[in-house]
T-cell receptor, first 109, second 114 residues
Framework: GIQVEQSPPDLILQEGANSTLRCNFS?????LQWFHQNPWGQLINLFY???GTKQNGRLSATTVATERYSLLYISSSQTTDSGVYFC???????????FGTGTQLKVEL | NAGVMQNPRHLVRRRGQEARLRCSPM?????VYWYRQLPEEGLKFMVY????????ESGMPKERFSAEFPKEGPSILRIQQVVRGDSAAYFC????????????FGPGTRLTVT
C-alpha cells in the first residue's frame, strides 16, 4: 500500500514563530487532506489539497503532486495551534484515507 | 448544517460485553467511513459503507467487528465480546455522493475496556 511519512515527528515553538510541516507520499494520489487533532482528540479539517496552494488565515498548504509531497505552513503560531497534525492521502478507487504518523506540535508562551 | 455526529462520546465496557458505536453523517452525505486510533498510533481505516452496502471492509478485524449503514438511521460499528486491545478512539467520517472525495470527521467515540 501507499506509504505516508511526515516530518518532523515533534516540534516545539515559541508563540509567534513560523513553522513548516512536511508530508511525503510514495505514489500518485487523488486526494490529500491535512488535519489538526487538538488536545481533546477532535480531528479538525484544515485543507483538502490534492495539488496547488491554499491559504486559510495563518495556515497555508502546498502540494506538489508530481514530486509527491505536501507542505503545511503555520505562521505566527499560537498556543491553540498545539496538537498533532496529520496528513492523509487517498489513491483512488477505494476512497479510504491512509494517514501519516503525524507531527506533534507544542507552542509555548 | 450540522457536522458528523457520533455517540456516545465515551463508552466503558467490561471484557466480554458488546460495544455499539453510532455515526450520523452530515446532511446530504451518503458515504460513511470508520477509522480507529489505537493509543500512541495513527489513524487506520476500517470500513467504507454506502446506504445498505459495505463497499470496502479491508481494514476490519476478521472476528467480532461488524458495521452497517441501514437505509434509515445512523451507521453502527459493533464490537462483540470486547477485549482490552479494543480500547481506542473510533472516528467516523462522511462524504457526499459526487463530491471531490473530501472526508469530514466526527468527534470520535473513546472506548475503554476494563
Amino acid at each position: 500500500g501507499i506509504q505516508v511519512e511526515q516530518s518532523p515527528p515533534d516540534l516545539i515553538l515559541q508563540e509567534g514563530a513560523n513553522s513548516t510541516l512536511r508530508c511525503n507520499f510514495s505514489d500518485s494520489v487523488n486526494n490529500l487532506q491535512w488535519f489538526h487533532q487538538n488536545p481533546w482528540g477532535q480531528l479538525i479539517n484544515l485543507f483538502y489539497i490534492p495539488s496547488g496552494t491554499k491559504q486559510n488565515g495563518r495556515l497555508s498548504a502546498t502540494t506538489v503532486a508530481t514530486e509527491r509531497y505536501s507542505l503545511l505552513y503555520i505562521s505566527s503560531s499560537q498556543t491553540t495551534d498545539s496538537g498533532v497534525y496529520f496528513c492523509a492521502v487517498e489513491r483512488g478507487g477505494g476512497n479510504k484515507l491512509t494517514f501519516g504518523t503525524g507531527t506533534q506540535l507544542k507552542v509555548e508562551l | 448544517n450540522a457536522g458528523v455526529m457520533q455517540n456516545p462520546r465515551h463508552l466503558v465496557r467490561r471484557r466480554g460485553q458488546e460495544a455499539r458505536l453510532r455515526c450520523s453523517p452530515m446532511k446530504g452525505h451518503s458515504h460513511v467511513y470508520w477509522y480507529r486510533q489505537l493509543p500512541e498510533e495513527g489513524l487506520k481505516f476500517m470500513v467504507y459503507l454506502q446506504k445498505e452496502n459495505i463497499i470496502d471492509e479491508s481494514g476490519m478485524p476478521k472476528e467480532r467487528f461488524s458495521a452497517e449503514f441501514p437505509k434509515e438511521g445512523p451507521s453502527i460499528l459493533r464490537i462483540q465480546q470486547v477485549v482490552r486491545g479494543d480500547s481506542a478512539a473510533y472516528f467516523c467520517a462522511s462524504s457526499p455522493i459526487g463530491g471531490n472525495g473530501e472526508q469530514y470527521f466526527g468527534p470520535g467515540t473513546r472506548l475503554t475496556v476494563t
